[in-house]
């Protein structure tokens, strides 16, 4: 019994000695992500002073083109959208940026990860390689109390990283441009309309949107949510109960979703959800106008 | 078939998933039927090689559990067969997507995995593969704590089976 309990021990120590190694060596790389979606949130969390900052979900990241914005707005721009990701996420990078800078405006492109029921688990995993930051550790223990403990291991803090980290550090290849994530291709099949059941709303999640609107308002940030076409979409009801909840909180919405400048157009679509680079360079240009409205009078 | 439509069942209560299990049971009948003792010739006679039939038989396989998972991931019956029509009838363009570095990274760790094992199932196999030295057996287990950590599906947000 003596010799397991100090096997067990001795195990024990020797993974702590190894998940040191193991975290400062992953800590260093990603610190030095040079490209992909790592370096991006790199640049996003610790050294972005864009002007204009563009937040949401893989609709934001491949619907909206920055360089367009600039051109048009003369303020640089940069694309945060994140593929798969919503208001958890966006929350905890916004947290981080406006601790550093004040944007003159911040667009939310809002789609279902921002505010319908689901596990929220996934969102925070972009979030744990920055825990050391106080903003990030509050978001992940409210979301996950037990990671309070397990993010003592860098084992578990980069779970399902190890991979992308090491990508991103040997390789500078990037597909972003200022963040954006055009895709090439066009729809070359029908889809019926589309059927939207009214969704059944995430506290949490309602808890986050209501933040980073309140986070915005304290610092002083022009903020205005969108929401970007969908193919053969006939109208917004699915969003319906969240657009009014913002609107309540006196915060401007372009709503855009069953626009039929573009709604019913295939070839600015390379899915029924995703526009194409054709069709985000159309859209952020038919925004323009819009945006210039709130930009702030003293950055014109 | 009771067993895999039960199974298919256990995964939600929706007709595409009883029908992949329904799948799923049709194959194994059909396979028991028509080649059960051909396989067991194969098992008693050890044969492992990579005959022109064997290749075959992987082939077709591989592309009827592909056709079983359409119902599995579709949201709806009708989904899954309009799904099944365009593959048939839409001829659509060939669509590659590059090669990320993530991509390339994971493939640079997968393949060699996959070699090892090729490699070990076509030389080693029935030899003693037990390890006998007990600071390899220690590094053995730590190489797979790690992994098991770093890498495993840890939480909810990457459990595929978190909706069931």
């Given at each position: 019994?003596?010799?397991?309990?100090?096997?067990?021990?001795?195990?024990?120590?020797?993974?702590?000695?190894?998940?040191?190694?193991?975290?400062?060596?992953?800590?260093?790389m990603h610190d030095h992500s040079k490209g992909g979606g790592m370096a991006k949130r790199l640049y996003m969390a610790r050294e972005a002073e864009d002007e204009i900052m563009l937040f949401g979900s893989s609709r934001m990241n491949h619907h909206y083109n920055p360089m367009i914005?600039?051109?048009?707005?003369?303020?640089?721009?940069?694309?945060?959208?994140?593929?798969?990701?919503?208001?958890?996420?966006?929350?905890?990078?916004?947290?981080?940026?406006?601790?550093?800078?004040?944007?003159?405006?911040?667009?939310?492109?809002?789609?279902?990860?921002?505010?319908?029921?689901?596990?929220?688990?996934?969102?925070?995993?972009?979030?744990?390689?920055?825990?050391?930051?106080?903003?990030?550790?509050?978001?992940?223990?409210?979301?996950?109390?037990?990671?309070?403990?397990?993010?003592?291991?860098?084992?578990?803090?980069?779970?399902?990283?190890?991979?992308?980290?090491?990508?991103?550090?040997?390789?500078?290849?990037?597909?972003?441009?200022?963040?954006?994530?055009?895709?090439?291709?066009?729809?070359?099949?029908?889809?019926?309309?589309?059927?939207?059941?009214?969704?059944?709303?995430?506290?949490?999640?309602?808890?986050?949107?209501?933040?980073?609107?309140?986070?915005?308002?304290?610092?002083?940030?022009?903020?205005?949510?969108?929401?970007?076409?969908?193919?053969?979409?006939?109208?917004?009801?699915?969003?319906?109960?969240?657009?009014?909840?913002?609107?309540?909180?006196?915060?401007?919405?372009?709503?855009?979703?069953?626009?039929?400048?573009?709604?019913?157009?295939?070839?600015?679509?390379?899915?029924?959800?995703?526009?194409?680079?054709?069709?985000?360079?159309?859209?952020?240009?038919?925004?323009?106008?819009?945006?210039?409205?709130?930009?702030k009078c003293d950055k014109e | 078939m009771a067993t895999f439509l039960v199974s298919g069942l256990w995964h939600g209560a929706n007709w595409t998933f009883v029908i992949w299990g329904a799948l799923h049971g049709l194959f194994q009948i059909v396979e028991k039927a028509l080649f059960?003792?051909?396989?067991?010739?194969?098992?008693?006679?050890?044969?492992?090689?990579?005959?022109?039939?064997?290749?075959?038989?992987?082939?077709?396989?591989?592309?009827?559990?592909?056709?079983?998972?359409?119902?599995?991931?579709?949201?709806?019956?009708?989904?899954?067969?309009?799904?099944?029509?365009?593959?048939?009838?839409?001829?659509?363009?060939?669509?590659?997507?590059?090669?990320?570095?993530?991509?390339?990274?994971?493939?640079?760790?997968?393949?060699?995995?996959?070699?090892?094992?090729?490699?070990?199932?076509?030389?080693?196999?029935?030899?003693?593969?037990?390890?006998?030295?007990?600071?390899?057996?220690?590094?053995?287990?730590?190489?797979?704590?790690?992994?098991?950590?770093?890498?495993?599906?840890?939480?909810?947000?990457?459990?595929?089976?978190?909706?069931?």
């Amino acid at each position: 019994m003596k010799k397991f309990i100090l096997r067990i021990l001795m195990f024990a120590g020797l993974i702590a000695a190894i998940d040191f190694i193991f975290g400062n060596a992953m800590n260093y790389m990603h610190d030095h992500s040079k490209g992909g979606g790592m370096a991006k949130r790199l640049y996003m969390a610790r050294e972005a002073e864009d002007e204009i900052m563009l937040f949401g979900s893989s609709r934001m990241n491949h619907h909206y083109n920055p360089m367009i914005l600039e051109d048009s707005l003369g303020l640089t721009c940069f694309n945060a959208g994140q593929d798969g990701n919503g208001i958890i996420m966006s929350y905890g990078f916004l947290e981080m940026m406006l601790k550093r800078y004040k944007p003159s405006l911040i667009v939310y492109d809002l789609s279902e990860f921002d505010f319908t029921v689901g596990d929220n688990m996934k969102y925070i995993s972009l979030l744990k390689p920055y825990y050391s930051e106080p903003s990030i550790q509050e978001i992940i223990t409210d979301i996950s109390p037990m990671d309070k403990y397990k993010m003592m291991c860098s084992m578990y803090k980069y779970n399902s990283l190890v991979v992308r980290i090491l990508g991103s550090y040997i390789s500078s290849s990037s597909e972003y441009q200022k963040g954006y994530l055009p895709l090439g291709g066009t729809m070359d099949y029908d889809v019926d309309d589309p059927v939207e059941n009214a969704p059944m709303m995430d506290s949490v999640k309602v808890k986050y949107l209501r933040k980073f609107v309140e986070l915005c308002k304290a610092k002083d940030v022009e903020l205005v949510f969108s929401l970007s076409p969908r193919y053969k979409a006939k109208d917004s009801s699915y969003y319906k109960s969240v657009k009014e909840m913002i609107l309540k909180m006196n915060v401007p919405f372009l709503d855009n979703y069953s626009n039929p400048v573009f709604c019913n157009k295939r070839d600015l679509f390379q899915d029924q959800i995703h526009m194409n680079s054709k069709g985000a360079d159309e859209y952020t240009r038919y925004l323009v106008p819009y945006l210039r409205e709130y930009i702030k009078c003293d950055k014109e | 078939m009771a067993t895999f439509l039960v199974s298919g069942l256990w995964h939600g209560a929706n007709w595409t998933f009883v029908i992949w299990g329904a799948l799923h049971g049709l194959f194994q009948i059909v396979e028991k039927a028509l080649f059960e003792d051909t396989i067991k010739k194969e098992i008693k006679q050890g044969k492992n090689k990579l005959t022109a039939i064997r290749v075959f038989r992987i082939l077709i396989t591989f592309n009827i559990v592909s056709l079983a998972w359409i119902f599995f991931r579709m949201p709806t019956l009708k989904d899954a067969l309009a799904f099944i029509f365009n593959i048939i009838f839409e001829f659509g363009s060939f669509h590659l997507a590059p090669l990320d570095i993530i991509s390339i990274t994971s493939l640079g760790v997968a393949l060699p995995l996959l070699i090892l094992k090729d490699v070990h199932d076509e030389y080693f196999v029935g030899k003693n593969n037990e390890i006998e030295a007990p600071w390899l057996k220690w590094i053995f287990y730590i190489i797979v704590f790690c992994i098991m950590i770093s890498m495993g599906v840890l939480d909810s947000g990457q459990f595929i089976y978190v909706n069931f």
